[in-house]
């Protein structure tokens, strides 16, 4: 299937600061990426939606400014948790989908605020 | 509201043994209704899909039956394997939907 690459997997920052984590597809054009937060055994909790060129669309609760998402390009976005604190430690997951009906997921990248 | 209900929440199957996972629906709007595999500390990858235009798709010990009409889906692995241990998440989208809508997963245990 297509891929999808998330970078980076794992991530350390200090409380305060900003981290960004990328979503690329590698084989194909992602018109509309998606980021989910997971908790340990649970579900995939939708974070945004972004579509290239356009401003993302965050679901109810997920503050905008603190969790800045970038679609610049049709195989690049961007999540950029600012001022970070741990409670925002969490593993984060980007999706993507092309001109199909098709959503492929990135590993996901582990964030630790200390 | 929980968009897709996803049952049960852990299974634990004896290896060659088959495994059932649930999925139901209520917005009819949805007609895209893949599943993913999920290992720990990866993100989910997709194991298969079906559109409702047909009752079920095969791939290898993989199978998906859908009920249209009692909007309900499920995911049979058969002849389970340990390495199929993992979990599972059904998930419905529409192509006026544009996102998916994931069920709370299914934490999979395939014993010797």
């Known amino acids: 299937g297509a891929v999808v690459s998330q970078h980076p997997s794992w991530v350390i920052c200090k409380s305060g600061t900003s981290v960004k984590i990328e979503c690329r597809s590698l084989?194909?054009?992602?018109?509309?990426m998606f980021w989910y937060r997971q908790f340990p055994k649970q579900s995939l909790m939708l974070m945004a939606t972004s579509n290239e060129g356009s401003k993302a669309t965050y679901e109810q609760g997920v503050e905008k400014d603190k969790f800045l998402i970038n679609h610049a390009s049709l195989t690049l976005s961007t999540l950029t948790v600012t001022s970070a604190h741990p409670e925002d430690s969490s593993f984060y997951i980007c999706?993507?989908?092309?001109?199909?009906?098709?959503?492929?997921f990135g590993e996901g990248s582990w964030l630790t605020v200390v | 509201q929980q968009q897709v209900k996803q049952s049960p929440q852990s299974l634990i199957v004896q290896k060659g043994g088959i495994s059932i996972i649930n999925c139901a629906y209520e917005n009819t709007a949805f007609d895209y209704f893949p599943w993913y595999q999920q290992f720990p500390g990866k993100g989910p990858a997709l194991l298969i899909a079906i559109r409702p235009d047909v009752s079920e798709k095969k791939e290898g010990r993989f199978t998906i039956s859908f009920n249209k009409s009692a909007k309900q889906f499920s995911l049979h692995i058969m002849d389970s394997q340990p390495g199929d241990s993992a979990t599972y998440f059904c998930a419905a989208g529409g192509s006026t939907l544009g996102r998916l809508y994931f069920g709370r997963g299914t934490q999979l245990t395939v014993w010797p």
């Open positions: 084989d194909f054009q992602a018109t509309t």
């Open positions: 999706s993507a989908r092309g001109t199909g009906r098709t959503i492929y």
